[in-house]
């Protein structure tokens, strides 16, 4: 079954604490990126990569780094979470960029105290 | 930032009326996508619009795209519980930008 993989789905942790959230597809897709969902903000871009070893900033870097090793993973890694950085984080994958529907992951709730 | 706005974020229906939710950018899009996420869920591609004035529908739901390029609407009609969750558009020109998207409430 064609899928994105999101893990944990869900985090309580303290500040400063680092983590890593894992994304892993399985549909071969080229392109990756990370959101965070915000009441009344709807979806912001954090990171994105267009294929291995090339990852660029979305809008709301600050705070996040991303690494692409291989195609089919791009972990979120947060080295220092502080309490602002406490949202509904969405991994996508896609084949491309412009009219390629994206694929999104089930989702990962991470509160930071 | 959001290359999107859309209007309105929140969209209170009594089941079997029509709603429109609109989504406005001030720059010329190449492509407009909507997604639809359901309570408790993550966003999931409905269709795609490309051409200027393109119309296309699914079922109760007719998507547009304005002859300009620059905004897109959704509309459904007879409106039924199914279709209650967070509709929103995204452009994908040269990264993505996805509106803050409308909830939708169904009062049966």
């Known amino acids: 079954e064609a899928q994105v993989t999101q893990n944990p789905r869900y985090l309580i942790t303290v500040t400063g604490k680092k983590l890593t959230v894992t994304c892993s597809q399985n549909?071969?897709?080229?392109?990756m990126s990370w959101y965070r969902q915000d009441p009344g903000l709807g979806l912001r871009q954090i990171y994105y990569?267009?294929?291995?070893?090339?990852?660029d900033k979305g809008d709301v870097p600050e705070g996040y780094k991303v690494s692409r090793k291989e195609k089919r993973n791009f972990p979120l890694i947060l080295e220092s979470p502080s309490p602002n950085q406490t949202s509904l984080y969405f991994c996508?994958?896609?084949?491309?960029?412009?009219?390629?529907?994206?694929?999104f992951g089930p989702g990962t709730r991470l509160t930071v105290t | 930032g959001q290359q999107v706005m859309q209007i309105p974020q929140y969209q209170h229906v009594q089941e079997g009326e029509d709603f429109t939710t609109y989504c406005n950018s001030s720059t010329t899009l190449s492509n407009i996508q909507w997604y639809k996420q359901r309570p408790g869920g993550h966003p999931v591609f409905l269709i795609q619009?490309?051409?200027?004035?393109e119309v296309k529908k699914q079922k109760r739901l007719t998507f547009q795209f304005g002859e300009a390029k620059k905004n897109s609407s959704l509309h459904i009609t007879a409106t039924q519980t199914t279709d209650v969750g967070t509709y929103f558009c995204?452009?994908?020109?040269?990264?993505?930008?996805f509106g803050a998207g409308t909830t939708v409430t169904v009062r049966a």
């Open positions: 619009l490309v051409k200027s004035g």
């Open positions: 990569s267009m294929n291995v070893e090339v990852t």
């Open positions: 995204c452009s994908n020109d040269y990264k993505l930008s």
């Open positions: 549909m071969n897709h080229e392109y």
């Open positions: 996508a994958s896609s084949r491309g960029l412009a009219v390629y529907e994206q694929y």
